[in-house]
């Protein structure tokens, strides 16, 4: 079920609300004499101001007020009495839209270290924090429903910026491989022989006529930190992309499919990662 319809009814109780509320707030409106409103010359008399206008449209309001303000006077009561009546008048509408506050609800990836073989290399990797294109760096969902146009869900959200979530997941399955001596975040200040850097070129959701998916795309870039001319510091500049077909059509299924996504990705930008950095050490031991 696409949950977007029910994020823009959240708002509509609360201008009701408040409309109670300045009613409840307001001085005691005049002596109510002679059946009309404002100020008469004494009871019985017929000549009166011209009521105001309703600020609600409750049938017979009017004359319910004017009873009930005769009956108990002016005052504290009064005012009680009209704010019932408004109450009244208005339960249609709350019943029909009165849900409670929706939560922002927050979604991360979630998947298993992706299983890789290979004999472990003896040298160590940093991965430093991945950039994002501006346009989705952010915690907003976005979602692309079509051409040149990008929204977001109001009430679920990331947990986390997709650059630090790459970044975290990718030196998860690195170290889960047991392919690297060590594997160091950017945080740390060790040096080591290889430095994985990369963006997200690509972190959404697209609505298309064939189905919605889970966009994906990251750029990486191995370099070999023991080389100072620039050609050969870079290992390789690889771009990687997968458009996984969502489920649910929901901000959990985009959630879902976006972890499929980074599994895959993950196992591949590994995979390469180890085969480069071998054959960058067997060059170097080759006399």
């Given amino acids: 079920m696409n949950l977007r319809g029910n994020e823009m009814k959240a708002g509509l109780a609360s201008g009701s609300i408040k409309a109670i509320a300045a009613i409840i707030n307001a001085k005691t ?3 109510l004499v002679g059946g009309g409103w404002g100020e008469g010359k004494g009871r019985g008399n017929n000549e009166t101001s011209s009521p105001p206008p309703s600020p609600f449209p409750i049938k017979g309001g009017r004359r319910r007020i004017v009873a009930l303000s005769r009956f108990w006077g002016d005052g504290a009561l009064a005012r009680l009495a009209l704010t019932a009546l408004v ?4 339960a249609p509408l709350l019943c029909g839209c009165g849900k409670p506050p929706m939560l922002v609800r927050q979604y991360v ?3 298993p270290s992706p299983p890789l073989t290979g004999s472990p290399l003896n040298v160590a990797v940093k991965v430093e924090r991945f950039a994002v294109a501006q346009a989705y760096n952010t915690t907003s969902m976005v979602y692309q429903p079509g051409a040149f146009k990008r929204e977001a869900y109001k009430y679920h959200r990331w947990r986390v910026n997709p650059g630090y979530q790459v970044t ?3 030196v998860r399955d690195l170290r889960k491989s047991g392919l690297f001596k060590a594997v160091f975040t950017f945080e740390s200040s060790e040096k080591t022989r290889f430095v994985l850097e990369g963006g997200v070129e690509d972190f959404q959701e697209l609505d298309e006529a064939d189905g919605w998916k889970a966009a994906l795309a990251l750029c990486v870039t191995l ?3 023991e080389q100072e001319n620039v050609a050969r510091k870079v290992v390789f500049q ?3 992309r997968v458009a996984e077909p ?3 059509r929901t901000p959990q299924g985009l959630a879902e499919s976006m972890s499929r996504a980074m599994e895959k990705l993950s196992a591949q930008i590994i995979t390469y990662v180890y085969d480069a ?5 067997a060059a170097k031991e080759k006399p």
Avoid: I, N, W
């Fill in 109 to 111: 990836l979630e998947y």
């Fill in 29 to 31: 409106p005049p002596p």
């Fill in 223 to 225: 370099l070999d930190t």
């Fill in 168 to 170: 975290d997941y990718l």
């Fill in 238 to 240: 690889k771009s990687y």
């Fill in 277 to 281: 950095a071998r054959q960058r050490l």
């Fill in 87 to 90: 109450s009244v008048g208005l």
């Fill in 246 to 248: 969502m489920v649910e």
